[in-house]
């Protein structure tokens, strides 16, 4: 099977991110529990398998020891632009140079799509809210 490292990276990575902005570095041993986001879940899953740490006693590679030490700093500075940039990349040689692992990954289901959602408001007294199934009361109508 033929798998596109450079598109699966691409597909991969905010998974990724999104585990490590979560849990930070412990996104590579957090046990999975049924409270955990299935976006999380799939990115530690990602995560575990590319370094290594799926299976137990296993020797890892100089990619996949690299790709966990960028995971680590990430969590440190979860909204750093370039280190996302920098483990996408890692991802992808990763994959080059273990294709089994790609193709191992490429073949799993995958939740939907994590997403940003970005919510503004202005003027006095606005609430800001993404979802609302109810009444939002601000107060009276004094200033």
């Known amino acids: 099977m033929s798998v ?3 598109q699966l990276a691409q597909d991969l990575t905010p998974y990724a991110t999104t585990a490590i902005t979560a849990y930070g570095a412990a996104a590579l041993t957090r ?4 409270a955990v986001d299935a976006t999380v879940s799939f990115g530690q899953r990602i995560l575990r398998r590319l370094t290594g740490r799926d299976t137990p006693d296993s020797d890892t590679s100089a990619e996949q020891d690299a790709l966990a030490e960028t995971v680590s700093e990430l969590a440190g500075s979860p909204d750093d632009a370039d280190l996302a940039a920098v483990l996408r990349v890692q991802i992808r040689r990763l994959m080059t140079a273990h294709p089994d692992i790609a193709a191992d990954i490429a073949g799993w289901a995958r939740p939907a ?6 919510i503004s ?6 609430p800001a809210v993404q979802n609302n199934y109810g009444t939002i009361h601000t107060g009276d109508s004094t200033a």
């Not at 799509?113 to 970005?118: D, F, N």
């Not at 408001?121 to 606005?126: A, I, L, M, V």
Request: hydrophobic share 25%.
């Open 4 to 6: 596109d490292v450079v």
């Open 121 to 126: 408001t202005s003027g006095e007294r606005s």
């Open 31 to 34: 046990v999975e529990s049924d």
């Open 113 to 118: 799509a994590p997403t940003t959602v970005t």
